[in-house]
T-cell receptor, first 115, second 109 residues
Framework: EPEVTQTPSHQVTQMGQEVILRCVPI?????FYWYRQILGQKVEFLVS????????KSEIFDDQFSVERPDGSNFTLKIRSTKLEDSAMYFC?????????????FGPGTRLLVL | RKEVEQDPGPFNVPEGATVAFNCTYS??????FFWYRQDCRKEPKLLMS???SGNEDGRFTAQLNRASQYISLLIRDSKLSDSATYLC??????????FGAGTTVTVRA
């Protein structure tokens, strides 16, 4: 069964450093998403991406965040200057189409710890 | 008001019991509804979509009440492997998923 993959599984970084989280969505999917989950809290939407541009973003997704599809398979989330409060699990998801009952499939996540 | 609210539980039930819980959502324009399951420190995994007429998948039954804006999940004949956090998820008219904080279910032997 096809699945979303994410690397690395864990990342530890110093405050102020840049991090890039990588995702490989399911191959025939066209819509990509990033979510985050701070420990003990709910999953929160960050951004959706289609046709090489952002479709929707949340208030969390400020200028410190960016997304990119650098090639035909990878989808990345960059945090330019990490803050302590960026420590969270970051999930990538993808879906075949948009809307209705389209299922979003989640990757296993990257656990980011900012020290 | 939170977009999606759930009873956090925990619901501690013996094997074989039936357990049911609800969630409410605030956006009346919401288009689609799901139950996801999340095991500790793992990714959310789709359990089932929720349709207006209600639907069943094996031991799991989901109901949607649009008038009252709530969704329910019922688990029959619960198994140890059903122990997890169940996330109520709503897809609004902007197609981004809004998650509830989850309901924790623990099934004991």
């Amino acid at each position: 069964e096809p699945e979303v993959t994410q690397t690395p599984s864990h990342q530890v970084t110093q405050m102020g450093q840049e991090v890039i989280l990588r995702c490989v969505p399911i191959s025939n999917h066209l819509y990509f998403y990033w979510y985050r989950q701070i420990l003990g809290q709910k999953v929160e939407f960050l951004v959706s991406f289609y046709n090489n541009e952002i479709s929707e973003k949340s208030e969390i997704f400020d200028d410190q965040f960016s997304v990119e599809r650098p090639d035909g398979s990878n989808f990345t989330l960059k945090i330019r200057s990490t803050k302590l409060e960026d420590s969270a699990m970051y999930f990538c998801a993808s879906s075949e189409a948009l809307g209705g009952q389209e299922t979003q499939y989640f990757g296993p996540g990257t656990r980011l710890l900012v020290l | 008001r939170k977009e999606v609210e759930q009873d956090p539980g925990p619901f501690n039930v013996p094997e074989g019991a039936t357990v049911a819980f609800n969630c409410t959502y605030s956006n009346s324009a919401s288009q689609s509804f799901f139950w996801y399951r999340q095991d500790c420190r793992k990714e959310p995994k789709l359990l089932m979509s929720v349709y207006s007429s209600g639907n069943e998948d094996g031991r799991f039954t989901a109901q949607l009440n649009r008038a009252s804006q709530y969704i329910s999940l019922l688990i029959r004949d619960s198994k140890l492997s059903d122990s997890a956090t169940y996330l109520c998820v709503v897809n609004g008219d902007d197609y981004k998923l809004s998650f509830g904080a989850g309901t924790t279910v623990t099934v004991r032997a």
